[in-house]
């Protein structure tokens, strides 16, 4: 049985394997996405001691900075606000929430190597469990709830995406960070590239180099997916559809670039061709973030 797109609820159509993952894509927003998802089992043993967004205290410094003081900032959050960090890695959000002094952060991570870690920064709450149950798992309302680069690793994206807006307060913002499914920007990496069509050479035997290259550039391609990591390529027409139909909430959407400060904490600078590439693929259909600002009514 065919699935439809969940974002935008219209029909898919099959494109290609990457390994046993048959990879599918919306007919209408081009959102991509496996036919077949990994079981809980597969997900978990993938991220048992997963040290995402690499845990370790340089990084630690990246983000507890000024820079994202003043972001937090410009959110102009309630006195002693309540933060929820979904799938935090390393924590450092949570602490730099906290030791800036703009409220209490709830952390909630599947990984229990980074769970340890967050706990050794002292966060208010830290939370050992899937974030599908984040609803069932937390007793309060939030003023702000920043998930960053999660939902693509999820089976089921959207359930979270219900649960965070029904976890907000009146005026709550959730600041939801995901890949752009359809932008060009990491092509410009020759080892991602290279890679890209060594996937999908090794997965489609049947494919000649002009598919493969007729993927990777077109605008209904989806690089970043790669199973049973990144489950999903979120378009943007599919994610604006999708909060389009929820009325009690206000959002807009844009893309940003792999190289932005506040959103690439861990960014490291290339040589400057790869730059070069990178600001004119991102031309094409915007940067690799897509960042969605949320805000219930
Ligand atoms: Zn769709």
């Not at 002094?101 to 990984?111: E, L, M, R, V």
């Not at 798992?137 to 999820?154: A, N, P, Q």
């Amino acid at each position: 049985m065919k699935i439809n797109c969940p974002f935008c609820k219209q029909e898919t159509e099959y494109v290609y394997n990457i390994d046993k993952y048959r990879i599918v894509r919306c007919k209408n927003c081009a959102t991509l996405f496996c036919e077949n998802m990994p079981s809980t089992e597969e997900i978990k043993a993938y991220y048992d001691g997963f040290k995402h967004g690499g845990i370790n205290l340089s990084n630690k410094y990246k983000i507890i900075s000024n820079a994202y003081k003043d972001w937090f900032k410009s959110f102009n959050l309630p006195k002693d606000a309540k933060m929820l960090d979904i799938g935090g890695g390393g924590g450092f959000f949570s602490c730099c929430f906290e030791k800036f002094a703009f409220g209490k952060a709830t952390y909630i991570d599947i990984d229990p190597v980074s769970c340890k870690f967050a706990q050794s920064l002292n966060i208010s709450e830290v939370i050992l469990g899937d974030v599908n149950d984040i609803k069932e798992k937390s007793d309060k309302k939030y003023d702000f709830i920043y998930s960053r680069h999660v939902i693509e690793h999820l089976v089921n994206p959207t359930k979270i995406i219900d649960s965070a807006i029904d976890l907000l307060n009146p005026k709550g913002i959730f600041i939801l960070q995901f890949p752009n499914g359809q932008s060009f920007e990491l092509l410009a990496s020759k080892k991602f590239l290279n890679n890209r069509i060594e996937v999908l050479k090794k997965s489609n035997k049947n494919f000649s180099l002009k598919d493969i290259c007729g993927f990777i550039f077109s605008k209904n391609t989806g690089n970043d997916l790669y199973p049973p990591r990144h489950l999903w390529a979120i378009s943007k027409k599919g994610i604006k559809t999708y909060l389009a139909n929820k009325n009690d909430i206000e959002f807009t959407i844009e893309t940003k670039s792999i190289r932005d400060k506040i959103y690439s904490p861990y960014y490291k600078n290339t040589h400057d061709y790869s730059r070069i590439v990178m600001f004119l693929l991102e031309k094409i259909h915007g940067g690799n973030h897509l960042i969605c600002k949320i805000i219930k009514k």
